[in-house]
């Protein structure tokens, strides 16, 4: 059963492009959503983590929003470059320890 | 500071061999995860330790035995590895139990 949707499933773009990376979940009793980046062959870096009863984060070019009500997440990258190329991982996580993880978007920025 | 450590990178097993695999984190966090990912899967909670001297199944424990020997070290052991074993494995940690995870760079693990 698919619990968190990541669309679309690759994205190639252009250097300098503004970009909107789409997470959807079906849990409406999340305590808070992580966006990951992954490199090829890399383990997970933490972006950012908003908790539910936030409604979005800023670190740098990147902004995540959260809608627990329509379960969905945005993560925002302004001003793509090459090196924001990577694998980018919605996760959300309840009460327990569990994080569920969707199956990401591969993101290419070409220069 | 060197964060979430995994060893080993690579290993190859045949099926029936049992192994352990290593995780050790520097952070002074009391939280420790055992992931595995596998394409078209995600990543999926095999095991975890929300604090020391406590383990708990995640979502795909089946296989797997854990030992949380200290604060710093999470292991995960195959007792008898089987292909469907096959996969890369992510340890991770985080402060408390709802708090940001900071992953290892993984093990990958072909049973044959």
């Known amino acids: 059963k698919q619990e968190v949707t990541q669309i679309p499933a690759a994205l190639s773009v252009p250097e300098g492009e503004n970009l909107v990376l789409n997470c959807s979940f079906t849990d409406s009793a999340i305590y808070n959503l992580q966006w990951f980046r992954q490199d090829p062959g890399k383990g997970l870096t933490s972006l950012l983590l908003i908790q539910s009863s936030q409604r979005e984060q800023t670190s740098g070019r990147l902004n995540a929003s959260l809608d627990k009500s329509s379960g969905r997440s945005t993560l925002y990258i302004a001003a793509s470059q090459p090196g924001d190329s990577a694998t980018y991982l919605c996760?959300?996580?309840?009460?327990?320890?569990?994080?569920?993880f969707g199956e990401g978007t591969q993101l290419t920025v070409n220069p | 500071n060197a964060g979430v450590t995994q060893t080993p990178k690579f290993q190859v097993l045949k099926t029936g061999q049992s192994m352990t695999l290593q995780c050790a984190q520097d952070m002074n966090h009391n939280s420790m995860y055992w992931y595995r990912q596998d394409p078209g899967m995600g990543l999926r909670l095999i095991y975890y330790s929300a604090s020391e001297g406590t383990t708990d199944k995640g979502e795909v424990p089946n296989g797997y035995n854990v030992s949380r020997l200290n604060k710093r070290e999470f292991s995960l052991r195959l007792e008898s590895a089987a292909p469907s074993q096959t996969s890369v494995y992510f340890c991770a940690s985080s402060r408390d139990r709802v708090e940001t995870q900071y992953f290892g760079p993984g093990t990958r693990l072909l049973v044959l």
């Open positions: 996760a959300y996580q309840t009460s327990g320890s569990r994080l569920t």
